[in-house]
DNA sequence: TGGTTCACG
DNA sequence: GACGTACGTGAACCAG
């Protein structure tokens, strides 16, 4: 018998009013997907409560607040035996239990739905599915549509006119050509799919040996499962046709597991699901039992305080935590002034509108401003318009300001123009393609113009998100924009570890708000066109909406710069590093493309050669640069012994595996590496690099991120100017072609071994802060002090061994990565770290500091106060946790370092000018800077560069710099 | 798009 | 007792 637990309507609401758009949650689906995709949290009381969280997130952002929906229900799996269970026995029968922490939330689901007044359906002897199926038949009937809130595949078969499925975390539809991409059929034909190919995790069998691939040919082929087993003696692979004909009863049995019923007895007219207002008396309560104080705070305002609460019902057993994780409050979805919307964003097509919103800007004293711009280069892309807003009202409250949000287009284009921009040479912006200028945008040169003075106003914070491309772009317009704040920035000293600060992410975490995304106004693909082919109506939405959230999130995210101690890294180190990388993007460095052609083409002549080789000990033509042949080759059909498995089933062919062939004697794994080598280099550097020289600079510009590493360090993309060559006499050559401009030298200066002398320094370890004080060799102190043996004549293998303890100290040691580092036994490894532990017991104990530390808190810091936060550190896995705790150990020392050299670079500029000097800092490769030198200023530059870069930091150990000159990077270095 | 490999510190 | 492992990046290439 069918039992229903759809609960009665509240009386107040009335009659219930007919479906237009019902919405169907797949609730256990969507836990799943929650659970997995959410960090571990915890409510006050320690129950994990991660799923339910992202639950009520999507619930109360995505569906409540949506006027669309006006129907609404969650579906449950009412047990776990259902009529399929009497078709195969087998059915679900290999599901692994759900995970430890998600079991306690199953329950609190149903309690979600309850608080939220949204009603709970579940049907004994059928699965959710089938309820959803049956509903959304019933929604269509009665003239409506229906969403499916699931990314369950085994629902796309529901899929028709009418009947969409949205997937709960993307937040993306999913209509027939989603399905057609996943089972390679229409959403009709996917039952017939699934039986044939049928599926693991649900335990139907199909028929082996065939796939979704084959499946889908097949369906699609003969038109329908039935028709295809009738005339199976047509089919010419024999394998197929086997399969086919002897399975044909299991393939039937799979079509009725997999086919939803959808004629199941509704436990309750689907006109009752209508959308309510929750009931404070039992939402509220609910809400403070679970935590989330933001989602409290809101309804508090919108539904009034609880009249007479009622008390949630009682917690199921708490799992015991050791560490229980604060729920994150400033994570929930929070929208503040919610009637404001992307219709009210303002198009500046007049002066005077303009003017009038530079005067409120001004008034306001903070502004958040973004560029458009054709293209992403920040040294060529040609602006396109601007974005301006403000938050009126108290500093920060964002619920008693007034938004205000407005695009001023200043280049937009007819489309049909040639495409340009990054194909740009020319860089002048002006009639470079067909596309003629569009009415109503103010003259680019009168509005630069008007907003110089604010954008230079000193008395006008400028807010912008990853300001520093804002600034590239107007600098070559004359504008010098300051003084600035970065939400990224303020992000990444805050939150760094935690989450990414691109802007789209940072809106959906701290405002609740999906972005516009840019593909959704320029298209994507080879149909995609530049910012200045948008349209204005959609360019404005899409470019006020960026301004307005960088301002949102300026609010939300600057005051927590205090009391979360790290207001001075973002003062005094990641903001005034700003304009330093800018003009060191600018500068760039200048490289010899005849010097790369050259290289290029020895190359490629040395890579025919070995090809020929290869193929020819091969025995076989084949691609020597994919792996997967490759490893076929060598470990199938050459039977080379020690061929060892990568985690999806494939041949391991890494240098490490090659290596040890190579050192067997055998032949072919030298060639290959060889040619890997060259491939390297030829692919990713002289080819990859001559591409990347600035046509009008005749130099390559990187781009620097800041908040790339974690861990604070720089990262170089666009080229990658940190991964150059160095370490092998070929990939040397490479460096010979960064070369100086004439009359010019490069300078290369670089920290001694700076991560071993802030270990030193943290770990405070006497013997080597002493060693570094005389100047000593630190490996060879090292060794010395674990075997025993003077430094005088030392063998060069214990040196090199104690060499690669001190590296694999500061990377969070463990014996695996030492005995793979040497190539000694983990025992023996074992035994070194023993031994190095026990002259050096102070290392442990800060490892372990460190650690208890990083699990007490959350995160790490450096000795300048930088945050980075370890996300795994309490996770379920002991490999998660065990990576987490030498990501923990190891975060202090390289970002201690990338603070130390940031300090450094911050200083220079103004120290060169100081002593007059006209050199140029153009790269940043982690411990190591590059300037660009006047011959005759190359030793006073010196001594500058070296004085700075020493005095950085004041630590207890001294900090050394090494300092080289040459012609090129390969000499100077 | 994800996996593999390899360039750097 | 088994498992998966050195830390941090970005780019090219293959395969699906």
Known sequence: MAKSKAPAKTPADGENKPIRHLYLIDGSGYLFRAYHALPPMNRPDGTPINAVFGFCRMLVADLLDNPEIDHIAMILDAGSVTFRNKIYDKYKANRPDPPEDLIPQFPLIREAARAFNVTVCELEGYEADD??????????????????????????????????????????????????????????????????????????????????????????????????????????????????????????????????????PAPADPDSFDKRRPDPNVLLPWLEQQGFRTLLQRFTSELGEATAPVAPTSAPEPVKKAEPTAVPAASASKKPNRDFTTADYELIQDVKLLDEWIAEATRAGTVAFDCETDGLDSNNAGLVGVSLALLEG?????????????????????????????????????DRDAGKLLDGQIPLETAIARLKPLLEDPAVLKVGQNIKYDMAVFRRHGIEIGPVDDTMLISFVLDAGKNNHGMDELAELHLGQKTIKFSDVAGSGAKQVTFDKVPLDKARDYAAEDADVTMQLWARLKPRLVPERVTSMYETIERPLIPVLLSMESAGIKVDAVKLKGLSADFEKRLAELEG????????????????????????????PGGKRNKNGSWATDASVLEDLAAQGHPLPVK?????????????????????????????????????????????????????????????KIRQAFIAEAGHKLLSADYSQIELRLLAHVADIPALKEAFARGDDIHAITASEMFGVPVKGMDPLMRRRAKAINFGIIYGISAFGLANQLGIGQQEAKEYIGRYFERYPGIRDYMERTKDFARKHGYVLTPFGRKIHLRFIHDKSQGMRAFAERAAINAPLQGGAADIIKRAMIRLPGALTAAKLKAK??????????????????????????????????????????????QNWAEAH
Not at 212 to 217: C, F, H, L, V
Not at 228 to 255: D, G
Not at 950 to 963: D, K
């Open 131 to 264: 309820l959803i199926a049956t509903y959304a038949r019933l929604a269509l009937e009665a003239g409506g549509t229906c969403t499916i809130v699931s990314s369950d595949k085994d629902l796309m078969q529901l899929v028709r006119p009418g009947v969409e499925l949205m997937d709960p975390i993307k937040k993306i539809k999913l209509g027939p050509e989603a399905v057609f991409e996943k089972f390679g059929v229409t959403p009709d034909k996917v039952v017939d799919v699934q039986a044939l190919a049928g599926d693991s995790t649900d335990n139907v069998p199909g028929a082996p040996g065939i796939g979704i691939k084959t499946a889908a040919q097949l369906i699609n082929e003969y038109g329908s499962l039935e028709t295809l087993l009738e005339r199976t003696k047509e089919i010419k692979q024999p394998k197929r046709r086997e399969s086919l004909e002897n399975n044909a009863e299991l393939i039937r049995i799979s079509k009725q597991l997999v086919s939803l019923r959808d004629d199941v």
């Open 394 to 430: 108290p500093w920060g409250d964002v619920n008693s300001t007034r938004r205000r949000a407005a695009y001023l287009p200043l280049m937009h284009r007819t489309p049909g123009g040639a495409v340009q921009g990054a194909l740009d040479l020319l860089g002048d912006g002006g």
């Open 613 to 640: 080789e290869i193929h020819k000990i091969a025995g076989r033509e084949f691609n020597v640069g994919s792996p997967k042949q490759l490893g076929e080759i060598l470990f199938d059909e050459q039977k080379l």
């Open 672 to 732: 290959i590496l060889e040619h890997r080598q060259l491939a390297k280099l030829k692919g990713t550097y002289t080819d990859a690099l001559m591409r990347q020289v600035d046509a009008k600079t005749g130099r390559v510009h990187t781009s620097y991120h800041m908040t790339g590493a974690a861990t604070g360090r720089l990262a170089s993309t666009d080229p990658n100017l940190q991964n150059i060559p160095v370490r092998s006499e070929e990939g040397r």
């Open 921 to 966: 800092m153009l790269l940043q490769v982690h411990d190591e800077l590059l300037f660009e030198v006047p011959e005759k200023e190359l030793d006073k530059t010196r001594d500058v560069a070296r004085k700075i870069m020493e005095s950085a930091a004041s630590l207890t150990v001294p900090l050394v710099v090494e300092a080289g000159v040459g």
